[in-house]
């Protein structure tokens, strides 16, 4: 073999042997062009995950401030409020 052709030709290795050699490596090469596709996809899918993730971030950030702590806070001591009302009247389960 000439050392100036790189690959070797198809026919470089004739025993028989190596043909079903051949054979396998065909099979795996089959096999990770479907791994591969499969990676692929499922790295879209993250992506896509990552965005929507991202998004949630923004919104929860968005509501986080003075106006929506007022906003809670008030809703809480306006409930404590009618509750002790109400207990105080005898209406309710409370003990």
């Not at 690959?7 to 096999?31: C, K, M, N």
Request: glycine fraction near 12%; hydrophobic fraction near 40%; charge should be negative.
């Amino acid at each position: 073999m000439p050392d100036t052709i790189y690959p070797p030709p198809q026919d470089y290795i004739t025993r028989g042997e190596f043909g079903a050699l051949d054979s396998h490596v065909r099979d795996l090469q089959a096999d990770m062009v479907l791994v591969k596709a499969s990676q692929s996809g499922t790295q879209t899918d993250i992506k896509s995950i990552d965005k929507r993730l991202d998004d949630i971030a923004l919104k929860l950030k968005e509501l986080i401030g003075w106006r929506s702590f007022l906003l809670t806070g008030g809703i809480g001591v306006g409930w404590g409020f009618a509750q002790s009302i109400m207990h105080l009247l005898g209406l309710g389960t409370a003990p």
